[in-house]
Nanobody, 126 residues
């Protein structure tokens, strides 16, 4: 069993930055692909970014490419999402997800991930 806990969300203004963290309570965190998803009110959960086991490979949704950076530190059992130039459209609950079936950063479907955190709210005011 893998437990994921997100932190770092909050209320910011347009143009500000936030860094989300995902803490993983598991052995062999380096064997899990990590993805960040978000869900805005009334919308479906959408893929934001993914990172491979070692962190060498990353993949981003077009809507965040160039603004967000996903990273990880396996020795600390943590993954991160650095969010820059935030926009009101980025307002959502952000979720961390993990899966060990394959080492691909391009896992963009929620069904690809077995383990999920409870989410952290990010609100961007204009």
């Amino acid at each position: 069993q893998v437990q994921l806990v997100e932190s770092g969300g909050g209320l910011v203004q347009s143009g500000d930055s936030l860094r989300l963290s995902c803490g993983a309570y598991t052995l062999n965190f380096g064997d899990f692909v990590v993805g960040w998803f978000r869900q805005a009110p009334g919308k479906e959960r959408e893929f934001v970014a993914g990172i491979s086991w070692s962190g060498v490979s990353t993949y981003y949704a077009d809507s965040v490419k160039g603004r967000f950076i996903i990273s990880r530190r396996n020795k600390l059992n943590e993954a991160y999402l650095q969010m820059n130039s935030l926009e009101p459209e980025d307002t959502a609950v952000y979720y961390c997800a993990a899966d060990s079936k394959t080492d691909r950063s391009q896992l963009t479907r929620a069904d690809d991930y077995q383990y999920w955190g409870r989410g952290t709210q990010v609100t961007v005011s204009s």
